[in-house]
């Protein structure tokens, strides 16, 4: 993943999981950098971005927490069995806190 200076996230790879959140039904490989629309979509600017073999994860300008990717292990922070998330989502459990990093 690629995190620019304007708080745009760019993800490229391998996205058979949606580990590259480009959105609904969305499980392609992609072999050069794509924005990832949908957080722009919510007027979110990441500040961090952290990448998993299957899930990616991003920590926003005001310390949310927002994943997607593969969902079945407690990987993205969800319930368990939630299934695959080409959608980046926000992490609800971590609502209230105001997180500065991942890795």
Request: net charge negative.
């Amino acid at each position: 993943a690629l995190l620019m200076e304007t708080g745009d996230v760019f993800t490229f790879g391998s996205g058979t999981r949606g580990q590259l959140g480009h959105g609904a039904n969305n499980f392609q490989n992609l072999a050069t950098p794509h924005k990832v629309e949908a957080l722009s979509k919510e007027g979110i600017k990441a500040r961090s971005v952290s990448c998993g073999h299957l899930n990616t994860a991003v920590v926003t300008e005001c310390g949310a927490v927002w994943t997607w990717g593969m969902g079945d292990t407690l990987g993205r922070g969800h319930f368990l069995g939630d299934g695959d998330s080409p959608e980046p989502q926000p992490v609800d459990a971590l609502s209230k806190c105001r997180v500065m990093q991942l890795c």
